[in-house]
């Protein structure tokens, strides 16, 4: 089965730069996905294809997938960021979730 | 805006079926998307069930294959997933969604609320 990796948890200050990854074998040949859990909600895609953005979602998110690693970026992080950030992609006819990462902003 | 609804027992006894039904509303379910099945266990992170696309062609998470089966209910604009033989291991909060994007590609764009299945006696 294809596992993908995230750090279980990332810190950031308000304000700064959050980087999030996801690893896994030659993951940069297949498109990644991006969705923000708040606790108590239901998952929010936030980057698609790699690097797109829905309606709505803003800009300070964005995506990168190279190699064997897919970074979601969010650029001026605020408070309303701190949520849980899972990474999806698509194998063999499978769905596969990252374990997700906590993002604090502190 | 499409809304998707879960609905089902809130508690099954173990090796009994689990049964939910996603509505979805604003939105035509013979449309050309694909719907899908994800869990949570709680405090756990996400895990893929399975998908149904527009064609009726399903596909299911290895790990749960067996005991699987999502199915479509176009009269009533609804999926449907069934889980057999379940256990305390498939206590989590399941979700439907909808699927964007063509299979090496694809994407939950829209999710229901989520609603909680407890398995115990």
């Known amino acids: 089965s294809y596992d993908l990796t995230q750090p279980p948890s990332v810190s950031v200050s308000p304000g700064q730069t959050a980087r999030i990854t996801c690893s896994g074998d030659k993951l940069g040949n297949e498109y990644t996905c991006w969705y923000q859990q708040k606790p108590g909600q239901s998952p929010v895609l936030v980057i698609y294809q790699d690097r797109k953005r829905p309606s709505g979602i803003p800009e300070r998110f964005s995506g990168s997938n190279s190699g064997n690693t897919a970074t979601l970026t969010i650029s001026g992080t605020q408070a309303m960021d701190e949520a849980d950030y899972y990474c999806?992609?698509?194998?063999?006819?499978?769905?596969?979730f990252g374990g997700g990462t906590k993002l604090t902003v502190l | 805006q499409v809304q998707l609804q879960e609905s089902g027992p809130g508690l099954v006894r173990p090796s009994e079926t689990l049964s939910l039904t996603c509505t979805v509303s604003d939105y035509s379910i013979t449309t050309d998307y694909s719907w899908g099945w994800i869990r949570q266990p709680p405090g756990r992170g996400l895990e893929w069930i399975g998908i149904i696309y527009h064609s009726g062609s399903a596909y299911y998470n290895p790990s749960l294959k067996s005991r699987v089966t999502i199915s479509v209910d176009t009269s009533k604009n609804q999926f449907s997933l069934g889980l057999s033989s379940v256990t305390a291991a498939d206590t989590a909060v399941y979700y439907c969604?909808?699927?964007?994007?063509?299979?090496?590609?694809?994407?939950?764009?829209?999710w229901g609320q989520g609603t909680l299945v407890t398995v115990s006696s």
């Open positions: 969604a909808r699927v964007l994007g063509i299979p090496a590609e694809m994407y939950f764009d829209y």
């Open positions: 999806q992609t698509w194998d063999s006819n499978t769905v596969v």
